[in-house]
């Protein structure tokens, strides 16, 4: 296969949605938009073929083992690759008022914040790296933020947000130590 199969974890809407419709322009790239439920993800394959962009659409939670590993099977058993991993699903528990100081942070909201953005980024990485491994090719791009660097902690500029930042942080140390490997 000449065109290189693209995932994007968390793409029907937002930015992950908008990395996809950059990605379906281009002839050598064949985008896969996901969604934690199927219907969100053919809709976005819809939209996206509404606007004369070719990608196909497939449920993925990535905090799901049994999603996680069906995904893996899907992908390999329908292009036998997988070259480019986007992870970009996350989230940010800003509306909570809890997470407006860390001295008001709830521990379970840090938990689940980092189960999405730092262990469910491993997870989807992990069962997808065999196979870039084995067709060896592999591109994985994770999604960070500006927050969640260390000599920015202390400056007044951004929210608090104790547990986005917190799990972004683990997300960079995770994203090094795979590049490292
Ligand atoms: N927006 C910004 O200004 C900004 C700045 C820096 C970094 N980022 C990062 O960029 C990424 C996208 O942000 P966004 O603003 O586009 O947010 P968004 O609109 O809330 O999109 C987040 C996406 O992640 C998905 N997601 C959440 N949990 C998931 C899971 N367990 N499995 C699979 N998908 C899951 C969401 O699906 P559901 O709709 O089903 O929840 C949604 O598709 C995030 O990682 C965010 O931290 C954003």
């Given amino acids: 296969m000449n065109e290189k199969i693209a995932v994007i974890a968390g ?22 938009v996901t969604a934690r439920s199927l219907k969100a993800a053919n809709e976005a394959r819809e939209k996206l073929r509404s606007l004369g962009l070719e990608a196909d659409g497939q449920q993925l939670d990535i905090i799901n083992d049994e999603s996680v590993n069906s995904f893996a099977d899907w992908i390999e058993a329908t292009y036998g690759q997988v070259d480019i991993l986007v992870n970009n699903a996350g989230v940010n528990p800003y509306h909570s008022k809890e997470e407006g100081s860390v ?13 999405t953005n730092a262990a469910g980024m491993l997870r989807i990485s992990q069962a997808l790296i065999p196979i870039m491994k084995r067709n060896g090719y592999g591109r994985i791009v994770n999604v960070s933020t ?5 000599n920015l902690m202390l400056g007044g500029h951004y929210p608090a947000a104790p547990s986005y930042r917190a799990s972004k942080a683990v997300m960079n140390a995770l994203a090094l130590l795979m590049a490292k490997e």
Avoid: N, W, Y
């Fill in 11 to 32: 793409s029907h809407k937002g930015l992950g949605f908008e990395i996809a419709r950059r990605f379906s322009h281009k002839p050598d790239l064949r985008v896969v």
């Fill in 103 to 115: 001295l008001t942070a709830k521990p379970q909201i840090l938990l689940d914040t980092i189960k």
């Fill in 146 to 150: 500006e927050m969640s660097c260390l």
